[in-house]
């Protein structure tokens, strides 16, 4: 057949997503990679931590999402010929969702039965299968739950393109793929543009998170001797395969969450996961991504746990992945005025089962000979080459996403720089269009003081022209000062953030305001005006199930426990019922001496785990050991509870 291009839907078990917060992220989030030191040599050259940010800001958090499932249906494209069939997830991050090998009748992705949302992203909110594409910032993309710009062209041999793009304003770039499969190849063709039209040196990151079912007896290959891994208190760097005694490219033998980035040096660029019996998933690209991954949740209780709560029956998985770095312990500079491009492929891969039984160098060396002629073949570099013309040609739009890249491209005109990808049609505005009509007028409309805030904006786009505004006595509003001070807390300079923040409210008292000012007092050290702030705050939202969370969270953090209880128990039930509030308290109890109630509350309905639990995050099980303690009981740590994650750098 003719390849084809089509969208469809996907009926599926579908969980309740949320919403994205009305309060900008200003507090931060725990994310593993930014918790390490580091012991490597001097010819290593790993950007330790460099470009690492603690916020997702001015991207929104997604919360008060729950674990009910409930059957629904998303929308997908697919892309098929006579070999392969390939869906994908347009409105969350065009995430590649299954990967059917027709010939074999076989699934190569572990495909989750379940689209829930748990916390492990940038933004909160993330779900386990498939292939993810994460941009820009350590960690999983704030795209990874939103709609992405879908558009369709045609290749030169004419095979049918699928095109997913956006305009990512934490670095100010446009990152674009383009996806297709020709007539007679067992290989989906992923070809991938970054184009960084600023006159700023960029830090910059990609990693492409394969999901595939973690196989009984299954093998990794990847052409490697050495990788980059977290040991005890620091990333050290490896011999492959061995660690302590343990062959991790027999990835069952794997005790706890890890992560290994293989040191390819100047072998092919692939990974390769395999079943028992030599069949699975192969991984290649050009040379520019130049990492390649494997993380394994490991094989102990909190690991199990995790693999249990990601999923309802799909088992078991691990991730390999490919990435522009050799670690994703920080990122790496895009010099200006430039565009990044690559091409990956994705598709079966069949070796001898003997080889697996093989040691590690005579299995690497046998599979490096089976698959090196495919990637030849393939000819990564040239393809791009090939390919560029496409890349760069305008498409057919199908659908919108968000109003960013075309306030983006007023900016642009504005103040006559690049243009931004011309390629590439952000349509409208929409939510936008207000920020447009302030960089048109320099008036910035200010919304009722109740309305919820639309999408923020980053202070390298619009700092200039807020304090410009908030001279101008007939545009300096309650709105203008409210951002202003955040762009001056973006930057962290506590002082005009609390400035500015305090002429918002003496023009206008809002919550809004409230808010952002005990974020700037807390982080300014002062933790008692923080937990007076934000009570205030509180106060003018008594209804407002997301704002009382992320009070609740800003009292924890000020140890205001007092406050904390008094908050909880001012909730309606509603707010109560909400197993993250309701940790709140019972950490709020336990630090009081109320050890009864608050282990009650804890064991309620077989243990209390909140749906947004996080990555990494301890609170569960150092409540139970506390009061445990306390009351002198030597239970062990219930399994519903323990999501313990041993090795890893874990939140303190």
């Known amino acids: 057949m003719q390849p084809t291009l089509s969208f469809s839907t996907l009926e599926i078990q579908l969980g309740d997503f949320g919403r994205k917060s009305p309060l900008p992220d200003l507090l931060g989030y725990f994310n593993l990679q930014n918790r390490t030191s580091f012991r490597l040599g001097e010819t290593e050259e790993v950007y330790e931590g460099f470009g690492q940010t603690p916020l997702s800001f001015p991207y929104r958090q997604r919360t008060g999402y729950t674990r009910a499932l409930t059957p629904g249906s998303v929308r997908c494209a697919v892309l098929e010929n006579d070999h392969l069939r390939a869906v994908f997830l347009p409105d969350f991050g065009g995430r590649l969702w299954r990967l059917t090998d027709k010939d074999a009748g076989r699934e190569l992705l572990y495909t989750n039965d379940v689209l829930r949302p748990s916390n492990l992203a940038i933004c909160n909110a993330w779900f386990s299968g498939g292939v993810e594409w994460n941009i820009s910032m350590v960690g999983h993309s704030p795209f990874t739950t939103e709609p992405l710009f879908v558009a369709r062209t045609r290749t030169d041999t004419g095979a049918p393109v699928l095109r997913m793009y956006e305009y990512e304003r934490k670095r100010g770039v446009c990152w674009q793929m383009d996806f297709w499969l020709e007539e007679e190849s067992r290989f989906l063709c992923c070809r991938m543009r970054i184009e960084n039209s600023t006159p700023r040196t960029l830090p910059m990151y990609w990693w492409s998170n394969i999901a595939v079912p973690e196989y009984e007896g299954g093998r990794l290959a990847v052409p490697a001797d050495s990788a980059y891994t977290y040991m005890e208190t620091a990333v050290v760097k490896t011999p492959v395969p061995l660690e302590n005694g343990r062959d991790i490219s027999r990835y069952n033998c794997i005790p706890y969450p890890v992560d290994y980035f293989f040191d390819l040096k100047d072998q092919p660029r692939y990974v390769a996961s395999l079943d028992a019996g030599g069949y699975g998933l192969l991984q290649f690209s050009s040379r520019r991504l130049q990492g390649r991954k494997l993380f394994s949740w490991g094989h102990s209780t909190g690991s199990d746990r995790w693999q249990e709560f990601l999923t309802e029956t799909a088992g078991p998985y691990i991730e390999i992945q490919a990435g522009l770095g050799k670690t994703q312990f920080g990122c790496i500079p895009m010099a200006p005025h430039t565009a990044w491009e690559w091409i990956e492929y994705y598709g079966p891969v069949q070796a001898d089962p003997a080889i697996l039984k093989l040691d590690y160098e005579p299995f690497r060396a046998l599979f490096g000979q089976l698959v090196r002629p495919l990637i030849h073949g393939a000819d990564p570099e040239a393809q791009l080459a090939d390919t560029h013309a496409m890349a760069t040609a305008p498409a057919e739009l199908v659908s919108t996403a968000s109003g960013q890249g075309a306030l983006q491209r007023v900016l642009r005109a504005s103040e006559e720089g690049r243009p931004l990808a011309e390629q590439l049609d952000f349509g409208s505005c929409g939510e936008m269009q207000r920020w447009a009509d302030f960089v048109h007028t320099g008036h910035l409309e200010a919304p009722t003081p109740d309305a919820r805030p639309g999408p923020f904006v980053c202070a390298a786009d619009f700092h200039a022209r807020l304090l410009a505004a908030s001279r101008r006595e007939q545009d300096a509003n309650w709105y203008v000062w409210y951002h202003l001070g955040l762009s001056w807390a973006e930057k962290e300079d ?159």
């Not at 630090?591 to 009650?600: D, I, K, M, S, T």
């Not at 445990?628 to 041993?646: C, K, W, Y």
């Open 494 to 652: 506590w002082e005009r953030a609390e400035t500015a923040l305090e002429r918002s409210m003496e023009l206008q008292p809002t919550a809004w305001a409230l808010h952002a000012l005990a974020c700037v007092r807390l982080r300014d050290g002062r933790p008692a005006e923080c937990a007076a702030t934000i009570r205030r705050g509180m106060a003018m939202r008594p209804d407002d199930r997301l704002y009382a969370t992320e009070g609740l969270r800003t009292l924890v953090l000020c140890e205001n426990w007092e406050g904390v209880c008094a908050e909880y128990e001012a909730l309606d039930e509603t707010g109560r019922a909400d197993a993250r509030n309701t940790l709140h308290y019972i950490n709020a109890l336990t630090q009081l001496g109320r050890y009864e109630p608050a282990f009650a509350l804890l064991m309620q309905q077989g243990g209390l785990v909140p749906a947004d639990i996080r990555e990494g995050e301890r609170s569960v099980v150092d409540l139970y050991e506390q009061l445990a303690a306390a009351l002198g009981i030597s239970d062990p740590i219930p399994h519903t509870l323990d999501f313990r994650m041993q090795n890893l750098p874990e939140e303190a």
